[in-house]
């Protein structure tokens, strides 16, 4: 977890807020990230008065270029946040309205890599030479992205993995405290776990538990950004197109998740005794993150449409000609 060094006249407040909210089991990493933002923001706008106007709030919330919706509102949330928190404790603030920071939990649409697409990435992974500058970014990269993509893992999942939570004799990883502050143990493929094991016994032999099992130049953890440069970097030498829409390194889990869909329906599996143990996988909270992942299949693989709803076609609701689509 980064410690963040906040320096502005909010810092006393910023720090306090992130405690309290982990003090209740928050693991709230991204948020204390995006919190570091609005600190230097602060910082820059010249704020001396330690009370969170209207001005720089307003001035925070406006949406930027090229900022989706989505990534607006996650930076608007925590703001609101430290308002309340600065209003509980006896200072002033302003919190921007509320309507502000709703969003569909699935309004994007994920990028679903094809088999070829996964081929390909996963080769010119492979292909980057030794760097003086990291020398074992060439090694620890690619097996964490197949990693992400071959237990549709989340980026902030692969990148906290210690030596001590991946079981490469029993061929399970345990995924600890993640979110929705669930913990959950997810096999590893067999092929995919021999390779494990080789990367394993060249790097990591004799390291503690402790330590990270994708172990950065300095022995750390990667942070999630560096991983997703690596995979950025990866796409464009796989000649794969990236725009402000995708894909990310999430989409590496929505399409594992649709493929293992794709295969249970065409092996004539009940999808619907299927979906729990797929949920369970994932870590969801509930149905409804792994029923979207159904409804994504039957988008990408039309041939299945049928097969899935002899099953469970309450899931994938008709759309009728009252409803506007976009």
């Known amino acids: 977890m980064r410690d963040y060094q906040y320096q502005s006249v909010f810092a006393p407040e910023i720090s306090g807020y992130i405690s309290e909210m982990r003090s209740v089991g928050y693991k709230f990493e991204r948020a204390a990230e995006d919190l570091s933002r609005f600190d230097r923001f602060c910082q820059e706008q010249g704020c001396a008065n330690p009370v969170l106007d209207r001005e720089t ?19 608007i949330s925590p703001v609101r946040g430290l308002a309340r928190f600065i209003i509980k404790t006896g200072g002033h603030a302003y919190v921007a309205p509320s309507q502000n920071s709703k969003i569909d939990r699935y309004s994007h649409q994920p990028y679903i890599f094809t088999e070829d697409e996964i081929k390909r990435l996963l080769c010119a992974c492979d292909s980057f030479a030794l760097s003086p500058v990291s020398p074992r970014r060439h090694i620890v990269m690619p097996m964490a992205i197949r990693l992400i993509y071959g237990c549709a893992l989340r980026i902030s999942e692969a990148a906290h993995l210690a030596v001590g939570d991946v079981d490469l004799d029993n061929a399970t990883l345990t995924i600890k405290d993640t979110k929705f502050n669930k913990s959950r143990i997810v ?5 995919l776990a021999c390779r494990c094991r080789h990367y394993a016994h060249d790097l990591l032999k004799g390291k503690p538990g402790d330590y990270p099992f994708f172990p950065s ?3 750390c953890f990667y942070h999630r ?12 030498k796989a000649g794969i197109p990236h725009s402000g829409c995708g894909p990310r390194v999430h989409d590496l889990r929505h399409s594992a998740a649709c493929r293992c869909l794709m295969n249970w329906v065409r092996a004539g599996k009940d999808i619907t005794n299927a979906l729990p143990y797929l949920s369970a996988y994932l870590g969801h909270e509930d149905l409804r993150g792994t029923q979207h992942y159904l409804r994504l299949t039957a988008e990408m693989y039309p041939d ?6 002899k099953s469970c076609a309450w899931m994938i609701p008709e759309v009728t000609d009252h409803v506007e689509t976009n």
């Not at 925070?60 to 900022?67: D, F, G, I, L, T």
């Not at 096999?187 to 092929?191: D, E, H, R, S």
């Open 57 to 75: 709030v307003e001035s925070w919330c406006r949406k930027r270029s090229h900022e989706s919706a989505r990534t607006h509102v996650r930076r």
């Open 225 to 236: 950004d560096a991983i997703y440069v690596f995979f950025r970097q990866s796409l464009h």
């Open 217 to 219: 130049n300095r022995g």
């Open 304 to 309: 299945i449409i049928s097969a899935v709803e």
């Open 187 to 191: 096999p590893i493929a067999q092929g």
